[in-house]
């Protein structure tokens, strides 16, 4: 069975529309970090795809690390704190840090990564991410690069998955029936 022609899949945004947003972004960041050697972040796992494509799309000197944090349960999402699983390789102090993220939600992942990075002395930190829910928004968080503002529905595709499955869908959907 396809998993890309899947009934079950609607698509939100199609792949063109990805690869053609992505490759705007890419140039952005190349103007604004023309210089610098910023630092991309990806945050694991749901950035992958993104991050892949957007750093192939900026055609400057740049570095690569990961960071993989946790997601939070209950008591997490009151406090706002998130747990690094997997912390980055190398000092971050005097660089220029893009985080590049796959969705802001609520914010809160977003809002402890960024000031955490900070904290370490960064020369900036920014963040690029594909997509934003807004309307879920409960902590402000500054997109720098901005792929494409979405309704508040669960979507999967493109590093995004649904119980670890659908990463692998070169398109943005949204899953009709979870349960199946
Ligand atoms: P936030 O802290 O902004 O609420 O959550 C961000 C994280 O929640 C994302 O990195 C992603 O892992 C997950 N997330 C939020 N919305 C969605 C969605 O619609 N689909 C998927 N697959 N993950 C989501």
Not at 88 to 95: F, H
Not at 120 to 141: H, I, N, T
């Amino acid at each position: 069975m396809s998993e890309f022609s899947n009934p079950n899949l609607e698509v939100l945004i199609s792949s063109e529309e990805i690869q053609q947003r992505i490759k705007q972004m890419g140039a952005d960041v190349a103007r604004d970090y023309a210089g610098l050697n910023p630092l991309l972040i990806g945050v694991l796992k749901g950035a992958c795809i993104f991050l892949s494509d957007l750093m192939r799309a900026a055609d400057i000197p740049l570095g690569l690390e990961f960071i993989a944090i946790s997601s939070y349960g209950a008591s997490m999402r009151t406090s706002g704190e998130v747990r690094i699983l997997k912390d980055l390789d190398v000092a971050i102090e005097g660089r220029h840090i893009l985080v590049v993220e796959d969705i802001v939600d609520t914010g809160l992942t977003l809002s402890y990564l960024l000031a955490n990075l900070k904290s370490r002395g960064a020369a900036s930190v920014k963040l690029a991410a594909l997509l934003d829910k807004f309307e879920r928004r409960e902590k402000e968080v500054p997109i720098d690069y901005l792929g494409f503002p979405i309704p508040d529905k669960f979507v999967v595709g493109y590093g995004l998955d649904f119980a670890e499955r659908y990463r692998n869908l070169p398109f943005i959907a949204v899953v009709r029936d979870p349960e199946v």
